[in-house]
Protein backbone atom coordinates (compact mmCIF):
# COMPACT_ATOMS: atom_id res chain seq x y z
CA UNK A 1 0.00 0.00 0.00
CA UNK A 2 1.42 3.50 -0.94
CA UNK A 3 2.73 6.21 1.60
CA UNK A 4 -0.04 8.87 1.72
CA UNK A 5 1.55 12.42 1.58
CA UNK A 6 1.81 12.95 5.02
CA UNK A 7 3.35 9.91 5.85
CA UNK A 8 5.99 10.12 2.95
CA UNK A 9 6.89 13.32 4.55
CA UNK A 10 7.23 12.06 8.10
CA UNK A 11 9.43 9.78 5.81
CA UNK A 12 11.34 12.44 4.59
CA UNK A 13 12.05 13.91 7.85
CA UNK A 14 13.36 11.30 9.52
CA UNK A 15 15.41 10.11 6.52
CA UNK A 16 17.04 13.61 7.05
CA UNK A 17 17.72 13.50 10.42
CA UNK A 18 19.08 9.92 10.08
CA UNK A 19 20.99 11.28 7.04
CA UNK A 20 22.31 14.18 9.42
CA UNK A 21 23.79 11.89 12.14
CA UNK A 22 25.32 9.98 10.16
CA UNK A 23 27.00 12.86 7.22
CA UNK A 24 27.56 15.10 10.70
CA UNK A 25 30.73 14.56 12.18
CA UNK A 26 32.06 12.43 9.55
CA UNK A 27 31.86 15.23 7.20
CA UNK A 28 34.25 16.61 9.03
CA UNK A 29 36.27 13.78 10.08
CA UNK A 30 39.47 15.68 10.78
CA UNK A 31 37.74 17.10 13.84
CA UNK A 32 35.73 13.70 15.06
CA UNK A 33 38.38 10.88 13.84
CA UNK A 34 40.93 11.94 16.55
CA UNK A 35 38.61 11.48 19.60
CA UNK A 36 38.15 7.94 18.54
CA UNK A 37 41.85 7.15 17.45
CA UNK A 38 44.66 5.24 19.00
CA UNK A 39 48.10 6.01 19.64
CA UNK A 40 49.50 5.33 15.75
CA UNK A 41 46.58 7.65 14.11
CA UNK A 42 47.69 10.42 16.08
CA UNK A 43 51.21 10.11 16.45
CA UNK A 44 50.84 10.17 12.67
CA UNK A 45 48.26 12.99 12.57
CA UNK A 46 51.22 14.84 14.59
CA UNK A 47 53.42 14.34 11.75
CA UNK A 48 50.81 15.43 9.26
CA UNK A 49 50.37 18.79 11.44
CA UNK A 50 54.09 19.49 11.68
CA UNK A 51 54.19 19.22 7.69
CA UNK A 52 51.44 21.20 7.09
CA UNK A 53 52.48 24.09 9.36
CA UNK A 54 55.94 23.80 7.48
CA UNK A 55 55.16 23.83 4.09
CA UNK A 56 51.70 25.13 3.89
CA UNK A 57 50.84 27.86 6.70
CA UNK A 58 47.54 28.42 5.01
CA UNK A 59 44.96 26.01 5.65
CA UNK A 60 46.61 25.81 8.89
CA UNK A 61 45.85 29.51 10.08
CA UNK A 62 42.26 29.14 9.16
CA UNK A 63 41.90 25.60 10.87
CA UNK A 64 43.43 27.28 13.93
CA UNK A 65 40.15 29.63 14.20
CA UNK A 66 37.63 26.64 13.04
CA UNK A 67 38.90 24.13 15.47
CA UNK A 68 37.84 25.42 18.90
CA UNK A 69 34.57 26.17 17.09
CA UNK A 70 33.70 22.89 15.89
CA UNK A 71 35.41 21.16 19.13
CA UNK A 72 32.93 22.64 21.69
CA UNK A 73 30.08 22.03 19.25
CA UNK A 74 30.80 18.26 19.70
CA UNK A 75 31.58 18.07 23.35
CA UNK A 76 28.17 20.10 23.96
CA UNK A 77 26.73 16.57 23.23
CA UNK A 78 28.98 14.83 24.56
CA UNK A 79 30.89 15.98 27.97
CA UNK A 80 32.85 13.41 27.78
CA UNK A 81 34.32 14.26 24.32
CA UNK A 82 36.22 17.04 26.07
CA UNK A 83 38.84 14.66 27.69
CA UNK A 84 39.11 13.10 24.76
CA UNK A 85 39.47 16.16 22.61
CA UNK A 86 42.16 17.86 25.32
CA UNK A 87 44.30 14.27 25.22
CA UNK A 88 44.18 13.45 21.77
CA UNK A 89 45.01 16.55 20.99
CA UNK A 90 47.88 16.65 23.26
CA UNK A 91 49.96 13.99 21.72
CA UNK A 92 49.23 15.57 18.31
CA UNK A 93 50.30 18.84 19.47
CA UNK A 94 53.33 17.32 21.34
CA UNK A 95 54.44 15.34 17.96
CA UNK A 96 53.99 18.38 15.83
CA UNK A 97 55.62 21.03 18.03
CA UNK A 98 58.73 18.54 18.70
CA UNK A 99 59.29 18.39 14.80
CA UNK A 100 58.66 21.96 14.17
CA UNK A 101 59.75 23.50 16.90
CA UNK A 102 63.78 23.51 15.45
CA UNK A 103 62.18 25.63 11.94
CA UNK A 104 59.96 27.74 14.30
CA UNK A 105 62.43 29.04 16.64
CA UNK A 106 63.88 31.12 13.34
CA UNK A 107 60.87 32.18 12.19
CA UNK A 108 60.17 36.20 12.44
CA UNK A 109 57.65 36.76 15.43
CA UNK A 110 55.49 39.83 13.65
CA UNK A 111 54.87 39.56 10.03
CA UNK A 112 57.22 41.46 8.04
CA UNK A 113 55.61 44.52 5.93
CA UNK A 114 56.50 42.93 2.93
CA UNK A 115 54.25 39.89 3.20
CA UNK A 116 51.17 42.69 5.00
CA UNK A 117 52.09 44.47 1.39
CA UNK A 118 52.00 41.59 -0.87
CA UNK A 119 48.51 39.70 0.74
CA UNK A 120 47.01 42.89 0.71
CA UNK A 121 47.46 42.71 -3.01
CA UNK A 122 47.09 39.54 -3.31
CA UNK A 123 43.71 39.78 -1.79
CA UNK A 124 42.29 42.24 -3.82
CA UNK A 125 43.52 39.94 -6.52
CA UNK A 126 41.00 37.51 -5.88
CA UNK A 127 38.24 39.84 -5.12
CA UNK A 128 38.48 41.81 -7.72
CA UNK A 129 35.15 40.01 -9.38
CA UNK A 130 33.47 40.25 -6.09
CA UNK A 131 34.10 44.05 -6.57
CA UNK A 132 32.97 43.82 -9.60
CA UNK A 133 29.64 42.33 -8.88
CA UNK A 134 29.37 44.49 -5.18
CA UNK A 135 29.54 48.02 -7.07
CA UNK A 136 26.45 48.16 -8.68
CA UNK A 137 24.32 46.56 -6.50
CA UNK A 138 25.57 48.74 -3.58
CA UNK A 139 25.05 51.59 -5.73
CA UNK A 140 21.36 50.98 -6.39
CA UNK A 141 20.85 50.15 -2.70
CA UNK A 142 21.77 53.64 -1.83
CA UNK A 143 25.59 52.32 -0.12
CA UNK A 144 27.62 53.69 -3.19
CA UNK A 145 30.35 55.24 -0.25
CA UNK A 146 30.88 51.33 0.36
CA UNK A 147 31.54 50.01 -3.43
CA UNK A 148 34.71 49.74 -3.52
CA UNK A 149 35.97 48.46 0.06
CA UNK A 150 36.40 45.01 0.89
CA UNK A 151 34.09 44.33 4.34
CA UNK A 152 31.48 42.07 5.83
CA UNK A 153 29.19 43.66 2.71
CA UNK A 154 31.39 41.98 0.63
CA UNK A 155 30.75 38.55 1.40
CA UNK A 156 28.18 37.22 -0.49
CA UNK A 157 29.47 38.72 -3.61
CA UNK A 158 32.47 36.66 -3.26
CA UNK A 159 30.67 33.48 -2.65
CA UNK A 160 28.76 34.02 -5.66
CA UNK A 161 32.17 34.42 -7.49
CA UNK A 162 33.73 31.46 -5.66
CA UNK A 163 31.21 28.81 -5.68
CA UNK A 164 29.25 30.05 -8.79
CA UNK A 165 25.53 31.05 -8.28
CA UNK A 166 23.67 27.17 -8.64
CA UNK A 167 25.64 26.32 -5.70
CA UNK A 168 25.00 29.32 -3.56
CA UNK A 169 21.09 28.64 -4.01
CA UNK A 170 21.39 25.04 -3.38
CA UNK A 171 23.60 25.60 0.05
CA UNK A 172 21.13 28.55 1.43
CA UNK A 173 17.86 26.49 0.64
CA UNK A 174 19.79 23.47 1.57
CA UNK A 175 20.37 24.70 4.99
CA UNK A 176 17.05 26.83 4.97
CA UNK A 177 14.86 23.36 4.65
CA UNK A 178 17.19 21.78 7.31
CA UNK A 179 16.41 23.96 9.74
CA UNK A 180 12.57 24.16 9.00
CA UNK A 181 12.48 20.43 8.64
CA UNK A 182 14.36 19.10 11.25
CA UNK A 183 17.30 20.67 13.37
CA UNK A 184 20.27 18.26 13.69
CA UNK A 185 23.59 18.45 14.43
CA UNK A 186 24.87 18.48 10.64
CA UNK A 187 22.86 21.44 10.01
CA UNK A 188 24.12 22.75 13.11
CA UNK A 189 27.71 21.85 12.17
CA UNK A 190 27.60 23.37 8.54
CA UNK A 191 26.04 26.55 9.89
CA UNK A 192 28.58 27.14 12.39
CA UNK A 193 31.52 26.37 8.87
CA UNK A 194 29.15 29.13 6.67
CA UNK A 195 29.69 31.27 10.26
CA UNK A 196 33.07 30.85 10.76
CA UNK A 197 33.82 31.48 6.99
CA UNK A 198 31.53 34.65 7.02
CA UNK A 199 33.94 35.84 10.22
CA UNK A 200 37.63 34.61 8.56
CA UNK A 201 36.33 36.52 5.14
CA UNK A 202 35.62 39.56 6.88
CA UNK A 203 38.72 39.84 9.77
CA UNK A 204 40.88 38.69 6.53
CA UNK A 205 39.98 41.76 3.98
CA UNK A 206 39.76 44.52 6.55
CA UNK A 207 43.28 42.90 8.37
CA UNK A 208 41.82 42.40 11.57
CA UNK A 209 42.33 38.76 13.07
CA UNK A 210 45.77 37.72 14.13
CA UNK A 211 47.52 36.28 11.03
CA UNK A 212 45.12 37.64 8.26
CA UNK A 213 47.86 37.88 5.87
CA UNK A 214 47.65 33.29 6.04
CA UNK A 215 43.51 34.09 5.68
CA UNK A 216 43.52 34.04 1.78
CA UNK A 217 40.04 34.12 0.61
CA UNK A 218 40.00 31.23 -1.91
CA UNK A 219 41.88 29.03 0.52
CA UNK A 220 39.92 29.63 3.70
CA UNK A 221 36.64 28.93 0.55
CA UNK A 222 37.18 25.00 1.78
CA UNK A 223 35.52 25.12 4.84
CA UNK A 224 32.22 25.71 2.86
CA UNK A 225 32.52 22.15 0.96
CA UNK A 226 31.51 20.35 3.74
CA UNK A 227 28.86 22.84 4.51
CA UNK A 228 27.09 22.15 0.75
CA UNK A 229 27.44 18.65 1.31
CA UNK A 230 25.14 19.02 4.23
CA UNK A 231 23.31 21.38 2.40
CA UNK A 232 22.72 18.51 -0.59
CA UNK A 233 21.48 15.88 1.92
CA UNK A 234 18.78 17.94 3.29
CA UNK A 235 17.37 18.78 0.23
CA UNK A 236 17.92 14.98 -1.40
CA UNK A 237 15.83 13.91 1.71
CA UNK A 238 13.25 17.13 1.04
CA UNK A 239 12.94 15.99 -2.17
CA UNK A 240 12.28 11.98 -1.74
CA UNK A 241 9.34 13.49 0.41
CA UNK A 242 7.58 14.69 -2.38
CA UNK A 243 8.51 12.80 -5.54
CA UNK A 244 8.87 8.87 -6.26
CA UNK A 245 11.86 7.04 -6.27
CA UNK A 246 11.78 6.82 -10.03
CA UNK A 247 10.99 10.28 -11.04
CA UNK A 248 14.35 11.40 -8.81
CA UNK A 249 16.30 8.29 -10.56
CA UNK A 250 15.10 9.33 -14.07
CA UNK A 251 16.62 12.99 -12.63
CA UNK A 252 19.70 11.54 -11.55
CA UNK A 253 20.63 9.51 -14.74
CA UNK A 254 20.09 12.73 -17.04
CA UNK A 255 21.77 14.84 -14.57
CA UNK A 256 24.90 11.95 -14.83
CA UNK A 257 24.42 12.02 -18.23
CA UNK A 258 24.94 15.47 -18.48
CA UNK A 259 28.04 15.94 -16.53
CA UNK A 260 29.73 13.12 -18.58
CA UNK A 261 28.58 15.05 -21.68
CA UNK A 262 30.20 18.54 -20.02
CA UNK A 263 33.69 16.42 -19.18
CA UNK A 264 33.92 15.53 -23.11
CA UNK A 265 33.44 19.12 -23.94
CA UNK A 266 36.14 20.56 -21.31
CA UNK A 267 38.51 18.14 -21.90
CA UNK A 268 39.63 20.03 -24.87
CA UNK A 269 40.08 22.89 -22.32
CA UNK A 270 43.88 21.67 -20.63
CA UNK A 271 44.78 25.91 -20.18
CA UNK A 272 43.03 28.21 -19.20
CA UNK A 273 38.93 28.77 -18.55
CA UNK A 274 35.85 27.29 -20.77
CA UNK A 275 34.40 31.18 -20.79
CA UNK A 276 36.17 34.31 -21.51
CA UNK A 277 33.92 36.44 -23.75
CA UNK A 278 31.69 38.62 -22.09
CA UNK A 279 27.94 38.70 -23.49
CA UNK A 280 24.50 37.14 -22.12
CA UNK A 281 24.78 33.72 -24.09
CA UNK A 282 28.30 33.27 -22.18
CA UNK A 283 26.38 33.88 -18.52
CA UNK A 284 23.93 31.13 -19.85
CA UNK A 285 26.73 28.92 -20.83
CA UNK A 286 28.77 29.18 -17.32
CA UNK A 287 25.35 28.87 -15.10
CA UNK A 288 24.70 25.39 -17.40
CA UNK A 289 28.18 24.94 -16.96
CA UNK A 290 27.78 25.16 -13.08
CA UNK A 291 24.49 23.12 -13.07
CA UNK A 292 25.69 20.07 -14.29
CA UNK A 293 29.10 19.99 -12.44
CA UNK A 294 31.36 21.42 -14.94
CA UNK A 295 33.29 23.30 -12.79
CA UNK A 296 34.40 19.12 -11.64
CA UNK A 297 35.82 19.22 -15.01
CA UNK A 298 37.66 22.29 -15.63
CA UNK A 299 39.69 21.63 -11.87
CA UNK A 300 40.38 17.92 -13.62
CA UNK A 301 41.45 19.04 -16.85
CA UNK A 302 43.09 22.39 -16.19
CA UNK A 303 46.86 22.00 -15.92
CA UNK A 304 48.03 25.82 -15.20
CA UNK A 305 49.82 24.61 -12.32
CA UNK A 306 50.62 21.45 -13.10
CA UNK A 307 52.08 20.62 -16.57
CA UNK A 308 54.05 17.68 -15.93
CA UNK A 309 54.76 15.17 -18.54
CA UNK A 310 56.55 11.61 -18.83
CA UNK A 311 59.36 13.50 -20.36
CA UNK A 312 59.87 15.48 -17.58
CA UNK A 313 59.68 12.32 -15.14
CA UNK A 314 62.08 11.09 -17.44
CA UNK A 315 64.70 14.04 -16.80
CA UNK A 316 64.04 13.89 -13.23
CA UNK A 317 65.73 10.31 -12.86
CA UNK A 318 68.58 11.64 -14.94
CA UNK A 319 69.37 14.60 -12.82
CA UNK A 320 69.51 12.21 -9.59
CA UNK A 321 71.69 10.10 -11.53
CA UNK A 322 73.68 12.44 -13.31
CA UNK A 323 73.86 15.96 -11.50
CA UNK A 324 76.05 16.34 -7.85
CA UNK A 325 73.50 16.58 -4.83
CA UNK A 326 75.09 19.89 -4.72
CA UNK A 327 73.80 20.88 -7.92
CA UNK A 328 71.42 24.54 -8.30
CA UNK A 329 69.46 24.42 -10.95
CA UNK A 330 67.57 27.27 -12.62
CA UNK A 331 63.77 26.96 -13.60
CA UNK A 332 60.90 28.07 -15.27
CA UNK A 333 57.36 28.77 -13.35
CA UNK A 334 54.79 27.16 -14.87
CA UNK A 335 56.56 24.07 -15.95
CA UNK A 336 57.99 20.72 -15.09
CA UNK A 337 60.99 22.53 -13.72
CA UNK A 338 58.70 23.71 -10.90
CA UNK A 339 58.73 19.83 -9.62
CA UNK A 340 63.07 19.19 -9.48
CA UNK A 341 63.21 20.25 -5.85
CA UNK A 342 60.46 17.88 -5.06
CA UNK A 343 61.10 15.05 -7.48
CA UNK A 344 64.87 15.42 -7.96
CA UNK A 345 65.71 16.49 -4.83
CA UNK A 346 67.94 19.54 -5.98
CA UNK A 347 67.94 23.03 -5.35
CA UNK A 348 66.88 25.94 -7.31
CA UNK A 349 67.90 29.58 -7.51
CA UNK A 350 64.04 30.78 -7.29
CA UNK A 351 62.46 28.22 -4.98
CA UNK A 352 58.89 28.99 -4.47
CA UNK A 353 57.84 28.10 -0.88
CA UNK A 354 55.68 29.79 2.00
CA UNK A 355 58.52 30.67 4.39
CA UNK A 356 60.64 32.89 1.64
CA UNK A 357 58.02 35.58 3.31
CA UNK A 358 60.01 35.40 6.17
CA UNK A 359 63.23 34.88 5.23
CA UNK A 360 63.51 37.44 1.68
CA UNK A 361 67.22 38.85 2.79
CA UNK A 362 68.64 35.93 3.82
CA UNK A 363 67.41 34.02 0.19
CA UNK A 364 68.05 37.14 -1.36
CA UNK A 365 71.52 37.21 -0.01
CA UNK A 366 71.88 33.14 -0.71
CA UNK A 367 71.14 33.63 -4.75
CA UNK A 368 73.66 36.47 -4.99
CA UNK A 369 76.88 34.21 -3.82
CA UNK A 370 75.19 30.74 -5.08
CA UNK A 371 76.27 29.47 -8.66
CA UNK A 372 73.69 28.33 -10.84
CA UNK A 373 75.14 25.01 -12.04
CA UNK A 374 71.89 23.66 -14.61
CA UNK A 375 68.91 25.10 -16.33
CA UNK A 376 65.83 23.15 -16.39
CA UNK A 377 63.85 23.51 -19.45
CA UNK A 378 60.08 21.32 -19.15
CA UNK A 379 58.83 19.28 -21.89
CA UNK A 380 55.31 21.75 -21.98
CA UNK A 381 54.73 25.05 -20.38
CA UNK A 382 51.47 26.81 -19.18
CA UNK A 383 50.68 29.92 -21.46
CA UNK A 384 49.66 31.90 -18.46
CA UNK A 385 53.35 31.58 -17.06
CA UNK A 386 55.58 33.01 -19.69
CA UNK A 387 58.93 30.93 -19.75
CA UNK A 388 62.13 32.94 -18.42
CA UNK A 389 64.20 30.09 -20.06
CA UNK A 390 63.87 28.63 -23.34
CA UNK A 391 65.67 26.06 -25.56
CA UNK A 392 65.56 28.13 -27.80
CA UNK A 393 67.75 30.86 -26.79
CA UNK A 394 69.60 28.45 -24.51
CA UNK A 395 70.55 26.33 -27.79
CA UNK A 396 72.08 29.69 -29.27
CA UNK A 397 74.07 30.77 -25.97
CA UNK A 398 77.57 29.42 -25.85
CA UNK A 399 77.49 29.77 -21.60
CA UNK A 400 75.52 26.90 -21.76
CA UNK A 401 75.61 23.41 -22.86
CA UNK A 402 72.60 20.77 -23.82
CA UNK A 403 73.34 17.69 -21.62
CA UNK A 404 69.91 15.58 -21.52
CA UNK A 405 66.79 15.91 -23.73
CA UNK A 406 63.59 13.44 -23.65
CA UNK A 407 61.34 14.90 -25.78
CA UNK A 408 60.82 18.55 -25.18
CA UNK A 409 62.39 18.24 -21.54
CA UNK A 410 65.65 19.77 -21.80
CA UNK A 411 68.87 20.23 -19.25
CA UNK A 412 71.64 22.25 -19.69
CA UNK A 413 74.77 23.04 -17.67
CA UNK A 414 76.35 26.60 -17.36
CA UNK A 415 79.74 25.72 -18.57
CA UNK A 416 81.02 28.72 -15.69
CA UNK A 417 79.23 28.42 -12.91
CA UNK A 418 80.27 31.87 -10.91
CA UNK A 419 78.77 32.91 -8.17
CA UNK A 420 76.40 35.90 -9.68
CA UNK A 421 77.13 35.26 -13.47
CA UNK A 422 73.43 33.89 -13.68
CA UNK A 423 71.57 35.96 -11.23
CA UNK A 424 71.08 39.72 -10.11
CA UNK A 425 68.31 40.46 -7.44
CA UNK A 426 66.11 43.46 -7.26
CA UNK A 427 64.14 44.35 -4.30
CA UNK A 428 62.45 42.25 -2.13
CA UNK A 429 59.09 44.13 -2.21
CA UNK A 430 58.74 43.69 -5.73
CA UNK A 431 60.08 40.24 -5.90
CA UNK A 432 57.32 39.39 -3.27
CA UNK A 433 54.56 41.62 -5.02
CA UNK A 434 55.02 39.76 -8.81
CA UNK A 435 56.00 36.38 -7.34
CA UNK A 436 52.97 33.54 -7.66
CA UNK A 437 50.70 35.86 -9.97
CA UNK A 438 49.89 35.04 -13.50
CA UNK A 439 48.86 38.52 -14.01
CA UNK A 440 52.41 39.82 -13.10
CA UNK A 441 54.08 36.99 -14.78
CA UNK A 442 52.61 38.05 -18.15
CA UNK A 443 54.52 41.35 -17.75
CA UNK A 444 57.65 39.40 -18.08
CA UNK A 445 60.28 40.29 -21.33
CA UNK A 446 62.61 37.92 -22.57
CA UNK A 447 65.05 39.02 -24.94
CA UNK A 448 67.25 36.92 -26.66
CA UNK A 449 70.50 38.26 -28.05
CA UNK A 450 72.26 35.79 -30.58
CA UNK A 451 74.23 34.45 -28.04
CA UNK A 452 75.93 37.66 -26.65
CA UNK A 453 73.42 37.37 -23.53
CA UNK A 454 70.35 35.96 -22.17
CA UNK A 455 68.42 38.80 -20.14
CA UNK A 456 65.17 37.78 -18.36
CA UNK A 457 62.80 40.01 -16.13
CA UNK A 458 60.69 37.15 -13.92
CA UNK A 459 59.08 37.15 -10.93
CA UNK A 460 61.13 40.82 -9.68
CA UNK A 461 64.49 38.90 -10.39
CA UNK A 462 66.74 40.13 -13.36
CA UNK A 463 68.67 37.17 -14.93
CA UNK A 464 72.01 37.07 -16.90
CA UNK A 465 74.36 34.89 -19.03
CA UNK A 466 77.10 36.48 -20.29
CA UNK A 467 78.56 35.36 -23.49
Known amino acids: MPETRSGSNAGAVRRCSSLQRSSSWSSGTGFALPSLAGPAFLTRLGFLSAAALLTHQLPVASFLYLFPAVAALQAGRDRAAWIRIARNGAVVFAVALALATPFLA ?8 EVAAWARDWFRLETEAALR ?19 LQTWPFYVITYLGVPALALLVLGLAACWLRRRGPATTFATVLVAVHVILFTGAVTEKLPL ?37 VAAG ?31 VGILANESVGGAFWVATFSRDNAVLTPNDLQAFSWVREHTPPS ?15 AVAHR ?8 LLFFYTREVEDWQRRTPINYIYVGSEASPD ?12 DPAVELVFRAGEARVYQVKRPLPG ?11 LRESGTARENKRNNVVNGDGQALRLQANGVAVHAPA
Open 253 to 283: ILWLGLFAAEGFRLSAYQFGTAYSKPGRKYV
Open 327 to 341: AVFATNTGDGGELVA
Open 133 to 151: LQAPALHALGAGRLAGDLG
Open 106 to 113: RSPRSIPP
Open 212 to 248: WPSLYPTRIGIWLAPALAVALAGLGSLALGYAGRRAL
Open 347 to 354: SVINPHFN
Open 421 to 431: AYFKSASSRKA
Open 385 to 396: YPRQYTAEALDR
